[in-house]
T-cell receptor, first 116, second 109 residues
């Protein structure tokens, strides 16, 4: 089975520019997550989708970050305008069932963003 | 707030067992204990999870204390490919996983 696909793998932009990341979860996975991982820290949840609805976006900086999952499959995370502190790896993850049942969250390789 | 406490780093010799501790003294009755690991330049990957009983799979074993306030991830024979950051996470129901800083495991040949 194919894993979680993310693109681009690397992106370098200047501050105040915009950037978008794409994620295609594992087929059949209803739940999709975006995490932000700053160097030296653990991943931090930005947003959780269940199908095409938002379950939790409490930690998403909504003044500059937006995310959508229009058809309940792939998802896009956008940052506009970017700040220096947005430099991080953006990880997409998906799960088939609730985590209590299987415990398994599948992560993509991530998109590394550098803001200059 | 990851709500678990792990050592920042540990070191092991290759082909020896590794015991990675985790403290979760405020765990509730419905919280599962999850372990993930993150190899360099990759996303985290699932290792094992459990509720009360000890668990075994092809990757590792999870030993959960009787009072559930602590647990230990056991790698039976460490290899160089096991060098990674290991995250211990307590999680209730279907809420998202909250990661802490984890334990960085170094394996010495």
């Amino acid at each position: 089975e194919a894993g979680v696909a993310q693109s681009p793998r690397y992106k370098i932009i200047e501050k105040r520019q915009s950037v978008a990341f794409w994620c295609n979860p594992i087929s059949g996975h209803a739940t999709l997550y975006w995490y932000q991982q700053i160097l030296g820290q653990g991943p931090k949840l930005l947003i959780q989708f269940q199908n095409n609805g938002v379950v939790d976006d409490s930690q998403l900086p909504k003044d500059r970050f937006s995310a959508e999952r229009l058809k309940g499959v792939d998802s896009t995370l956008k940052i506009q305008p970017a700040k220096l502190e947005d430099s991080a790896v953006y990880l997409c993850a998906s799960s088939r069932l609730g985590l209590a049942a299987t415990g398994e969250l599948f992560f993509g390789e991530g998109s590394r963003l550098t803001v200059l | 707030d990851a709500k678990t406490t792990q050592p920042n780093s540990m070191e092991s010799n290759e082909e020896e067992p590794v015991h990675l501790p985790c403290n979760h003294s405020t765990i509730s009755g419905t919280d599962y204990i999850h372990w993930y690991r993150q190899l360099p330049s990759q996303g985290p990957e699932y290792v094992i999870h459990g509720l009360t009983s000890n668990v075994n799979n092809r990757m590792a074993s999870l030993a959960i204390a009787e009072d559930r306030k602590s647990s230990t991830l056991i790698l039976h024979r460490a290899t160089l490919r096991d060098a990674a950051v290991y995250y211990c996470i307590r999680n209730s129901g279907n809420t998202p996983l909250v990661f802490g800083k984890g334990t960085r495991l170094s394996v010495i040949a």
